[in-house]
């Protein structure tokens, strides 16, 4: 993929001329890379789908967020977006770890998965076993921030724990 995206990088001075052949192997090299970022083909000629791709592909880090996307092991159904308070936003693009983080707290979401590892749930029992804080109560937590000498902050739980993970 990072072949075909510097190859596709490579046409843009030249894509006046074939964003309207969709036959073309620059249309078809485009499309293909489109497709691997977002899940969809490139819009209608008119659209600025071609612009988007262009921009995306040089911005900084693509080359590891595109070995990244590849070594996915948690993605899910296309067209998926899964949203809940803890955890934000969940899509095809989210990475691995945050979507382990999901169904570790939410395992039944693992049906709105296309593809999981035959271990993800014991990988979901090492996230909660890597992180003992998960489990205390907010006193606990308090305890555990003093004996760090760190100052507790203000907030619910959520804010707390986070802050306790940090030390």
């Known amino acids: 993929m990072i072949e075909l995206k510097d190859t596709v990088l490579a046409t843009e001075l030249t894509k006046a001329i074939w964003r309207e052949n969709r036959s073309s192997k ?14 969809v083909n490139l819009g209608s000629s008119k659209c600025e789908c071609l612009e988007d791709l262009f921009q995306f592909i040089k911005s900084k880090n693509i080359n590891q967020k595109i070995k990244n996307k590849m070594s996915k092991e ?9 949203q809940t308070s803890k955890f934000g936003v969940i899509t095809d693009a989210s990475s691995d770890e945050k979507c382990i983080k999901l169904l570790t707290a939410y395992p039944v979401l693992s049906k709105e998965f296309k593809t999981l590892p035959d271990n993800w749930k014991e990988i979901c029992v090492e996230q909660v076993k890597s992180n003992p804080l998960d489990g205390l109560k907010v006193s606990e937590l308090k305890e555990y921030i003093e004996s760090k000498g760190a100052e507790i902050p203000e907030g619910k739980k959520a804010a707390i724990l986070e802050f306790a993970k940090t030390l």
């Open 26 to 39: 620059e249309w078809t090299d485009a499309n293909t890379l489109y497709r691997f970022f977002f899940g």
């Open 74 to 82: 948690f993605i899910l159904i296309k067209g998926k977006v899964l």
